[in-house]
């Protein structure tokens, strides 16, 4: 028996330290959480309770080419010949921006996620901007801060107060939401939460502050005016550390609590018992969730938000993502920075507006499920099922997308290979070790990168080179107490963060008005957006549940849900018992689902799990938008609107 320590490489904000008991046979026999991890503590999520039998459920097995309609097992050689084949080819034809490399979440590791997206550099091939889960928040962040790292949930611990805005963390970040729970109940930290939707997360906070969707601008603008004029503005940092602050009170003025009621829903002693929890508890931390910025409004969401802790006196005292505090040269592990070829990058909100459009002939696919992922997805499919697109898959298991691809690639999942994962909350970084050789005849991304690189007789020597190495070199400033060698021995190491107070603005500090924005042709303050929606409508949001990551451990769990819930006054309006099948439907498309009632949702809008299928397997994503948000490129999830149509009692 052995004990491996690895890291999970799921898109997550943890990163936990995992280990697995080992028998001499290379089977798992157990897996516990780190004890020794500051954040994640031990923690075992239900998801990585489960990756030992993801690990042998319905798995590639071998690389497969689509023939006459049905996959035919071919070997490995005759794969990669027949994809560079067809890559040479486009290439002659079309120039490489006729390939399209669509990459995302499924492994977040340096060697399994980054390092490959060096050949699709050395070509020149068309890639996406990634702005799918958080970039539009970022963009936002980034217009009044410079970039948008902020606070490290390890300093939660010292907090006084904790605000998750948008972050349903009790389901989608369990262990940060640990570390909250642990300081509420010792009485250091209160805990508030402001959300639509009465989530787990909601239910354990001492203050939970039920806003209408998409109107979080107002509310912050409320509750700045409320700071201000209470004199809980904290003056002289506010004179030393940022400008545009006259702008900001100004606006701030026009959102009084009567309005901020009328908009939000919030009331004014709501209101005001969120402005003293805010004054007389310092320090305090406000955590952004990605959910937060998933709508039409979402950047402004996202930048409304972060401006609170400059107003309180507090140095970047949001937490929202802290990949831009790294001292991490991924533009090189990438390759982007080594060639001088330009690579197309389209918007990956709109890929399915390309594919549909048939802007390319050949999409390589890896660490991602677009067939349920990408928003409007009856665009998507109908691009997918063109005779001139050709689609290639490296995948660990048989996803929707896997099936309909025209060749099937296996890869290792993240327990039959090692890697580097870096985290987007805390900066504890560990080597994560291989815990079981491969299963299946995968190969590593690398792998398959070379073998394609070799094949088109690409010359470059960064293609070739050790991974390791090269991450190594990229990766030289990075840690703050050791180097590449102390990690792959196995020791953790912390990442050195750039400081909270330094802001790369043009003014080099805190632009509560952003010039930055206006040059964009953007609001240099955040904006409140209308609010209204057709009373006949829904608001149809969706959100992490716990037993999946995104479409991952249906092999091992039920399938998601195809569930909906609705608030039970609606229902009943509606004439909707529990259990009843409803068709959602809306311009983009419709959904079969069945009802939950739930007091959690609020009147107006109807929840399902992010990412499911409906009763007949139709993706959620038919009801989505591919339009991106004007700010960041992002997805509008949440905004999207339907109607609900009673279909009658289920028939199981
Ligand atoms: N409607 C709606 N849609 C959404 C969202 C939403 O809130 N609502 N959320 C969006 C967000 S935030 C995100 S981040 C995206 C996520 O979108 P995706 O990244 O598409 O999410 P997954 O379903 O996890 O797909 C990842 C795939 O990678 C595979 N994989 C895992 N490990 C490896 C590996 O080591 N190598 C290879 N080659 N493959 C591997 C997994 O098996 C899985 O099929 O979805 C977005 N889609
Ligand atoms: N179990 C599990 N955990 C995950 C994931 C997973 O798939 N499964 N995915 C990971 C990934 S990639 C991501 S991006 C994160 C996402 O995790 P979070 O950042 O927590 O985002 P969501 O779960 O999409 O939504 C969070 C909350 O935002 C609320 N919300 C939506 N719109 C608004 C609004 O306009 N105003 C306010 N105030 N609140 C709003 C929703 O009601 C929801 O409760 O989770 C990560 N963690
Ligand atoms: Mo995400």
Known sequence: MKKV???????????????????????????????????????????????????????????????????????????????????????????????LFLNYAGNTGLLANAFPARLWNALGAAQTDGALCSQSGHAGISMHYGDSYGANPLEIPSMKLLVFWGFNAAVSAPHIWHLALTAQKKGRAMIVVVDPIRTDTAKKADLWVRTKPETDVALVYGLLDRLVTSGNADASFIEKWTTGFDRLKAEAQKWPPETIHHITGVSPDTLQLLTSLYAGNKPSMTLIGYGLQHCKNGADQARAVAMIPSVLGIHRGFYYGNGSAYLLDRARIKGKSLTDKKSKIIKQVAVADHIQRGDF?????????????????????????????????????????????????????FLEKEDIVIPDSHNCVQYSHQVVPPVTDSRHEIRVMAGIARRLGLEEPWLYEDALMAVMSAMSKAFENGGMQDLVSGKRLRLACKPKNHYPTPSGKIEFYAATALAGGHSPMPMQKEWVTKTEQFIFMASSVSKYTHTQFQEV??????VVHINPKDAARLGID???????????????????????????????????????????????????????????????????????????
């Open 361 to 413: 002939s050949v999409v390589y696919v890896s660490c991602m499920n677009p067939a349920m992922t990408l928003p409007n997805q009856n665009l998507f499919q109908e691009g997918l099922a063109r005779e001139d697109l050709f689609l290639i898959v490296h995948e660990t298991h048989w996803t929707e997308t896997a099936k309909v691809a025209d060749i099937v690639l296996p890869a290792p999942t």
């Open 5 to 99: 320590r690895t890291v999970c490489a799921r898109d997550c904000y943890d990163t936990c330290s995992l280990v697995f008991h080992v028998d001499e046979y290379q089977k798992i026999t157990s897996v516990h959480g780190d004890t020794h991890h500051p954040l994640t503590r031990g923690m075992v999520c239900p998801r990585s309770a489960r990756d030992r039998d993801r690990l042998l459920s319905n798995r590639i097995d071998s690389p497969y080419i689509k023939e006459a309609g049905s996959f035919k097992k071919v070997s490995w050689n005759r794969s990669l010949d027949l994809i560079s084949g067809k890559l040479a080819h486009t290439i002659a034809k079309q120039g490489p921006h006729g390939i």
């Open 557 to 562: 769990y039920e399938k998601i849900p195809a």
């Open 578 to 652: 529990h259990g009843e099948d409803i068709l959602l439907r809306n311009h983009l498309g419709s959904l079969r689902l069945r009802a939950v009632i739930s007091e959690a949702l609020p009147q107006g809008v109807v929840w399902s799990p992010k990412e499911a299928a409906d009763l007949d397997g139709i993706a959620q994503n038919s009801l989505t938008s591919s339009r991106p948000q004007a700010m960041g490129n992002g997805p509008r999830f949440n905004t999207t609107r339907v109607t609900l149509e009673k279909l009658g009692k289920a028939s199981v």
